[in-house]
């Protein structure tokens, strides 16, 4: 593997030069290129306190990379965008639209996680600009989510080509150490579970609205239309 040492980006053995600079490349070892990843994350995080994850391009190009266009890959971005910087910008987690009235369910599921984490996520780390629960921010938290930022910026600037061996070498350390990895939830998730649940929930939701419409507003509607063209009732409402 080779690195250009001035812009921090990784190539392959076959490239002789930068393709943003033109200088030529270094050599290094996947042990080097791991410890020159952790500090790229840090310095890299420092300086850019703002990343938007709730575009719906942006969102579309992440959920394409890794394969999975579900609800929960969704949800779980834009949790973790909540938890991103000081300042909370709205109360859902995911955003309200007109969707949510086809996904009840789901719209349910948004509103007691927001209220939750409204309640809890009270204190913020400086080192990862994440806010976390009070008393539970261990260091594997912390290097968790400098590491899952991380790896969203590398798929929208297309560095992911040249780092993805090196999060799944982080993601084999991780695994040994029982540790949370933020390439493995991105990455290997239940893809077709996770598309089962929300056609179910969405069949649901359709289903209630069938339900509600056919057998509660229609009976009601009937009933109130045979009132208006009772006379008897107006007779009846006028002499009393």
Not at 194 to 207: A, H, K, P, R, Y
């Amino acid at each position: 593997m080779k690195e250009c040492l001035s812009c921090q980006i990784f190539y392959q053995e076959s490239t002789m030069s930068c393709q943003k600079c033109g200088k030529p490349l270094e050599e290094i070892s996947l042990q080097q290129a791991l410890a020159h990843t952790r500090m790229n994350i840090l310095r890299k995080i420092s300086k850019e306190k703002d990343f938007k994850v709730l575009d719906p391009q942006t969102q579309y190009i992440i959920a394409s990379y890794f394969g999975d266009h579900s609800l929960f890959l969704f949800f779980d971005m834009n949790k973790n965008h909540m938890k991103y910087g000081k300042k909370i910008t709205r109360f859902f987690i995911q955003p309200i639209n007109m969707t949510c009235v086809f996904n009840i369910p789901w719209f349910l599921f948004n509103m007691i996680y927001s209220n939750y984490f409204h309640y809890r996520y009270t204190q913020f780390c400086e080192t990862c600009q994440c806010k976390h629960i009070p008393g539970r921010h261990s260091s594997q938290e912390c290097e968790y989510n400098l590491g899952y930022f991380h790896i969203l910026r590398d798929v929208l600037n297309g560095n992911i080509i040249q780092t993805k061996k090196i999060y799944q070498k982080f993601l084999e350390k991780d695994k040994k150490g029982h540790h949370r990895n933020p390439y493995e939830d991105l990455c290997q998730r239940p893809v077709r579970m996770e598309t089962f649940l929300d056609l179910l929930s969405i069949g649901f939701s359709i289903f209630l609205w069938i339900y509600l419409t056919v057998y509660v507003s229609f009976p009601m509607a009937k009933s109130f239309v045979q009132k208006v063209q009772n006379p008897n009732v107006y007779e009846w409402s006028f002499f009393n």
